[in-house]
Structure formats: C-alpha cells, structure tokens
C-alpha cells in the first residue's frame, strides 16, 4: 500500500495475545485513521508502534516512502503525540511550557494569546500547570499540539477530561488540520463522524 503514511501487515503481540493481526493501511494528506475498540484492545499499543515506541513483531511502517524502523528521526520531526499524560514541567505556567516546546522544535512564539482564548485557557497564564484542572491541561496539550506545526497528530483518546463544548473544540481542530492538509491518527473508544475522508480500524 502506498500512502504519505503507511502500514504493511502488522502484527503485535503483548505477551500470549496478538493485538493486532496483519493490519495495512494507507494514509494521504487530509486523511484520518480513526482507530476504535475498547480499553485494552491495543489502541495505544499502535499509536506507539506508529510512533516507533513499540516495536512491531511483523510488518513495517513508511513514512514518505521510507521504513520508520530505519528512519525514525525523519517520522519524528513531522509528528506529535497528544497522550495520556501532559509531559510538561507541572511547576511552570502554560506558557513557560508552551514557549519551551515552541524552542524545542524551532517554531515561532508571537503572541499567542488569540490561540490561547480559543482554547479557553488565556486567563490561566500566571498560574503554575499543577492547579490547573484535568480539563484545562489538556486544553494546553491541545495548544502545544497546535503550535507544533507538524504534519502528522497521533492523539490518544482526545476527549479525555473535556466537556461537550471540549469535545467539539477537538472535532474542529483536527477538522481544520485535514482540511490544511495534516494526517492525524485517532484513538478513541467513541465513534464519531468528521466530515473528512476516514478509515476506520477496529480492535477487538
């Protein structure tokens, strides 16, 4: 299969049970890999193999054309993973942390406070991460994940601690990262319908 992103006959095994079984699939600019089933069905397991966290009992990954297992920094300075956990210093503000991220992968740090307000989190600047709420840091990783600028977002149950108006917030971002021609790899245990070309695996 052929694709910007792609998978040839994975398999994945954690311990005696196979997660997955001879998965391939192919994604192009503006395209969603929705990847559904319940906890413990090896979501995240896939995620981390994309990522090159894991590595695959059978099959290769390309990026570009190129095996990720032999070219992983390539896959890594176009992706960002939206996780579980925040992965920022709890004892800086939001935007100590967002400028550091912005330094660490050479994007621009402006003024971002119109991001911020979108996100709901631009009254929240002075204080350190650690009191901010479940829902509020994870508007944050939403704004780091935006700010990344990379092609390809890997999001781990993204609704995670959110409201239904953080639900929606999610929808239209990556709705609008497609639609500017990103990839993104979502793991959900809810179905949902975006409005965009989406493949769709299931795990059992």
């Known amino acids: ?34 990847v ?30 190129k095996a990720t ?20 210093k709890y004892d800086l503000t939001l935007v100590e942390n967002l400028r550091f991220e912005a330094r660490l992968r050479g994007a621009k740090w402006h003024d971002q406070e119109s991001l911020l307000r979108r996100l709901g989190i631009d009254r929240l600047t002075r204080l350190p991460l650690r009191a901010l709420s479940a829902g509020q840091q994870r508007r944050v990783a939403l704004a780091r994940l935006i700010l990344s600028a990379s092609g ?5 149950e993204p609704f995670t601690n959110l409201d239904v108006a953080g639900h929606d917030l999610v929808l239209e971002l ?23 070309p989406t493949r769709r695996v299931t795990l059992q």
Request: some cysteine; overall charge neutral.
């Open 69 to 88: 297992r032999l070219h992983r920094q390539e896959l890594s300075a176009e992706m960002s993973w939206l996780a579980h956990r925040l992965g920022m």
């Open 152 to 156: 390809l977002w890997l999001m781990d």
């Open 174 to 196: 990556v709705r609008e990262h497609l639609r500017d021609g990103g990839l993104c790899v979502v793991a959900s245990h809810q179905s949902f319908d975006i409005g965009a």
């Open 36 to 65: 559904e089933g319940a906890n413990g069905s090896g979501k995240t397991s896939l995620l981390r193999a994309i990522a090159g966290l894991l590595p695959l009992d059978q099959g290769e990954i390309h990026w570009r054309g």
């Open 1 to 34: 299969m052929t694709g910007l992103l792609s998978a040839d006959r994975l398999r994945l095994y954690r311990g005696d049970r196979c997660l997955i079984r001879d998965l391939s699939f192919a994604l192009n600019p503006g395209e969603l890999l929705l």
